[in-house]
């Protein structure tokens, strides 16, 4: 694989903004490395941070390049702050810098495919949310959407979270339900139209604290009768356990096969 530190202007965001890819490399002699060999440009995986996190996390906590490069896959790792993958009342337009400008740039600075069927997200925690959140929203670009230990519920950011922070998620409303950035009703929303789902999977340890949530969202994607694949199994909100889901995320994906 190759590894792009990569820095660059965000119109979205009125910033200087940075990312982390990394880029299949077939490599013959490279020592305890197995590289797929597709052609073409490459699928891509946007994966998403936490919110005490950035865009290096998942390199320094996981083997996230070594589990994608058996694959052949692109992985795109944006910085998005403790934005909530939201447009901000400040002006930076987080949501609009995911959803739209990023893959536009990551497409045109590196050789990834735009193929619906070659483009997918996931996340944990607060990226789990975004993660979700672009699957619902913007089906017709990602072909599945993974969530690890996901905000399901973002009125827990609002509510729930200790400092009281999030509170500009409101942004005037007094609630968030039944808004863009409420999960049950994006999800609603999807199941209702006629458009092409894409694939969902969620997973969440049964310590987590975020565990109830992610109960209540897998429940209501069953009775809405989106496709939704759902795992959990003991484990806590931390890096051993977004270790061993993100490999499970990755069989997960509808990838064509390599060559």
């Known amino acids: 694989m190759a590894f792009i530190d990569c820095h660059f202007f965000s119109d979205s965001l009125g910033v200087s903004s940075s990312m982390y890819v990394i880029l299949p490399q077939v490599a013959r002699s ?5 590289a797929a060999e ?3 440009k490459h699928p891509t995986l946007y994966l998403l941070h936490g919110l005490s996190d950035d865009h290096t996390i998942w390199l320094r906590r996981t083997s996230i390049e070594r589990y994608a490069s058996a694959l052949g896959l692109a992985v795109v790792m944006p910085a ?8 901000m009342p400040n002006g930076q337009k987080y949501w609009q810098f995911i959803s739209e400008e990023l893959p536009r740039l990551a497409q045109s600075f590196f050789p990834l495919s735009d193929k619906r069927e070659d483009n997918f997200v996931a996340g944990l925690s607060m990226g789990g949310y975004g993660a979700m959140k672009l699957g619902l929203t913007c089906h017709e670009r ?3 959407a993974a969530s690890l230990s996901g905000v399901m519920d973002a009125a827990w950011a609002v509510n729930g979270h ?6 500009w998620l409101l942004n005037g409303k007094t609630s968030l339900e039944g808004t863009g950035l409420d999960l049950f009703h994006l999800a609603g ?8 789902q894409p694939k969902l999977y969620q997973c969440c340890g ?13 429940d209501h994607c069953r009775e809405l009768g989106l496709e939704l694949t759902y795992e959990e199994e003991p484990g806590t909100h931390d890096w051993g ?11 997960w994906l509808p990838l064509t096969e390599s060559k």
């Open 38 to 40: 597709r052609g073409g």
């Open 241 to 251: 356990y977004w270790d061993a889901k993100i490999q499970q995320v990755l069989k």
């Open 206 to 218: 049964t310590e987590d604290f975020l565990y109830n949530a992610n109960i209540r969202f897998r």
């Open 189 to 196: 929303e999807l199941a209702s139209s006629k458009v092409r």
């Open 30 to 34: 490279q020592i305890g490395m197995h």
């Open 80 to 87: 998005v702050n403790r934005s909530f993958y939201a447009d």
């Open 142 to 144: 990602f072909a599945a």
């Open 162 to 167: 200790p400092s009281g922070e999030f509170q």
